[in-house]
């Protein structure tokens, strides 16, 4: 599956990097977002790939859900696109946007891929083993190498959304004595706990799941944990509740090492 996933990322990030050099128009989606001729010329690959590889799997992606288009996922393994996630870094010229793809088996992402190509980094992820790709200029894979969270050291380092931060964060930090945070935007959030070079993220600002599902899965390949604040793993697939839109998610914190326990500073 991750060699699909692979395929359909490395095609429709270099959509994305074709269109960001031609230049594009934005328009402004029902919820206020933005969305680009990228956004959705990387969905229509990614479904291209995926309904050739997987046609018996639904698929979940924002740009189609946008759109009206929802597929029945219920008692299935699914999968969750987000063609282009921080499309608003993409629209003001950042280099953090990402595309994301996943598996979704019994609530649980369990595997996944986030590729960031302006940087020329992607992650993948299932089963317990992920991996950091370094993607070479012609958009192939020139270098693979095993990632895992590291312990939670005593001075940790916290990550935090680069537009969607909140008073929460901070209280968060403050009471659990983390004094180092850095903001950044997309799904690399989770990558960099997957890959040992932080250690927490707190989100306490909606996100839905195409936004998170990727980064998750890799991050639980690598070791780490997605967990809302009541201790419980997050999970997909959450329709038909009266509380909220169906694919939102709560608040929740990701955890990059072995060590996540909240305890009070």
């Given amino acids: 599956m991750l060699r699909t996933f692979e395929k359909a990322a490395l095609e429709a990030g270099k959509a994305i990097i074709t269109v960001l050099r031609e230049g594009f128009p934005v328009a402004m989606k029902a919820d206020a977002s933005p969305v680009t001729v990228a956004d959705e ?156 070079k932080a250690d927490v993220y707190p989100r306490f600002t909606r996100t839905m799941e195409w936004d998170t599902a990727a980064g998750d899965a890799v991050l639980r390949a690598a070791g780490g944990s997605t967990v809302t604040l009541d201790g419980m793993p997050l999970t997909y697939g959450k329709t038909g509740t009266a509380a909220d839109f169906d694919f939102a998610n709560p608040n929740f914190i990701s955890w990059g090492g072995r060590k996540r326990v909240l305890e009070p500073a």
């Avoid at 019994?106 to 590729?115: C, H, K, L, S």
């Fill in 41 to 196: 010329e990387a969905e229509r690959i990614i479904l291209a790939h995926l309904a050739r590889d997987y046609p018996e799997i639904p698929v979940v992606a924002e740009e189609s859900v946008a759109a009206g288009k929802v597929p029945d996922i219920a008692g299935r393994g699914f999968f969750l696109v987000d063609p282009l996630d921080g499309t608003r870094e993409f629209v003001d010229g950042r280099q953090e946007f990402t595309v994301n793809i996943a598996y979704i088996e019994n609530g649980a992402p369990v595997a996944g891929i986030v590729y960031a190509p302006a940087l020329g980094l992607a992650f993948s992820g299932e089963r317990g083993h992920a991996e950091r790709l370094v993607v070479m200029d012609d958009f192939t894979v020139g270098a693979r190498s095993a990632i895992t969270v590291r312990e939670q050291p005593d001075d940790r380092l916290a990550l935090a959304s680069l537009r969607h931060n909140s008073p929460e964060t901070g209280s968060f930090l403050a009471d659990h004595a983390i004094f180092k945070c850095t903001n950044i935007g997309s799904s690399l959030k989770f990558c960099l706990l997957a890959e040992g």
